[in-house]
């Protein structure tokens, strides 16, 4: 396998390129009524500055989480990222998490492995991966018991960080749920789109995101359904791109392994005029002249574009936008529309006030003001200069600044992602389980409600072993869970039972110590 890079959040990224703070948002999960046979998630937002250093997370506190087999839970804040894989905590017991002289150092919690007795240490110093912004993180693969609503998983493995090195001043946990093949392990193993589908919680590995607009306090994800309320028109569904990879024996392959698309189309109106940057785009991605491959990353705040791009978009702004990405905050209210074609069938509109986001002090979350006095703002369209991540990794990262106005389905069994514009106004849920099979977006929703794609031939990755079991008050027996077989299921992450921050985008509930309750 190809050297494994988790990624932290663009805006990290800038704080350490640039020199400049980035607002990024948190959210805690609540528990929100579902459709009957299903588990729900709502995603409450939280403020966050990033200057090199967390800001308090506003009602995340440390408390007992109860207990199973008298075993306490540890509470912790972790990112949730569709750009990695593996589920990752900071151990309590690491430098980074003993720093006293910040507040805010490892400010999400940390988990203390003496504290369960299920923990089992089944790589040691197997865990090393590294991050965007120049983070690392390492130590040992371990195992205990997760809890996903009321269904009880044993033996799921995550990494440890025992070595933590941050370059942003802060610590925080991660939980990635892209496909295994990119974990930091020499070794696959099965990661929580596959927990949840064996535990028989879904019917494939397969969960839709909606993050919602900047502004509103919510969003949701959704484990093995889609809401149609959350979109507009029809879905159109996508072949994710192949990667080419190195593999353990030097021969290079080429397989799905990240959520990548082709960006066909570029153009943005301003001021009634509109302006092509890109058009008539390879939907294969494999002429770069021609196309943006770009990864669909929900723990990135940014979009990066090549240099030329960046340009003609920061015209657009007649000069405002300074070497450090900052402008006044007035242009949030600029006649600007960026639209944004992806593999040559759907076009997401993306306004003007989801680009351009406010500064703040991180000491006393204090508006940062600029030169005139006025409120100074960042943009979240940053170049990518010298185009080293397109030489490095052969795609570009697609972050929240784009992904707040599109709804997405990722179907990691069939390679496949649906897109459609998000709906800014969702109102009543009305979701649908997706069953297994080619054709299960197009089932759950309705064929004539969906531009299907024909099968991606490229090979995708899937651990064939299993996680130990799972039980739940109602389950059955070894492998069931709490909901009808196949029922859409969210993430159950009660707030009562702690927070699992998601910085930049996501944060839910979580506990470790007898095992991980999600």
Known sequence: MSPRTSTRPAAASLTAAFGLPALLACFSFITSASATGTLSLSLEKKSVIETGELAP???????????????????????LDTGSSDLYVDASGSQACKDTSSPDTCRGGSFDPSSSSSYKVVSPNGFNTSFGDGSTASGDYATDVVTI???Q???????????????????????????????????????????????????????????????????TILFGGIDTSMYT??????????IQIQSTSGETISEVFEFVLSVTGVSFSSNGKTTTILSGGDPTGQNTEKSLPVLLDTGSAAWTVPTSVYESI?????????????????????????????????TIQVPVKELIVPLYFANNNSAIPDGQGQQLCTIMIVPDVGGQQMQEQGFLTLGDAILRSMYVVFDLDNGQLSLAQANTNPGTSN??????????????????AVVTAAANTAKNGRVTG???????????????????????????????TGIFAVLALWVGSAALGFGLLL
Not at 431 to 448: E, F, I, M, T
């Open 431 to 448: 979701v649908k389980v997706v069953p297994a099979g080619a054709n299960g977006v197009a089932s759950a929703v309705g064929s004539s």
């Open 57 to 79: 997370l506003r009602g995340v506190h440390k408390r007992s989480a109860g207990t199973v087999n008298s075993d306490v839970f540890d509470v912790l804040t972790v990112i």
């Open 314 to 346: 920061a015209e657009a702004f007649n000069g405002a936008i300074g070497q450090d990405l900052t402008l006044p905050c007035s242009h949030q209210n600029d006649n600007f529309v960026l639209s944004v074609e992806f593999g040559g069938s759907i």
């Open 233 to 242: 028109g029809q879905l159109h569904t996508l072949n994710m791109l192949p």
């Open 149 to 151: 609503g009321n269904a």
């Open 153 to 219: 998983i044993s033996g799921v493995e995550f990494g440890v960080g025992t070595n933590v090195n941050s370059t942003t001043g802060f610590a925080v946990s991660l939980m990635g749920v892209g496909y295994s093949a990119n974990e930091a392990s020499t070794q696959d193993y099965p990661n929580m789109p596959e927990i949840l589908q064996q535990a028989g919680a879904i019917n494939s590995r397969l969960y839709s995101v909606f993050l919602n607009q900047l502004g509103p306090a919510t969003g």
């Open 466 to 496: 299993t996680v130990a079991g799972a039980s739940s008050s109602t389950a059955t027996g070894k492998g069931s869970a709490s909901s009808s077989k196949g029922a859409a299921s969210s993430l159950q992450m009660p707030v009562s």
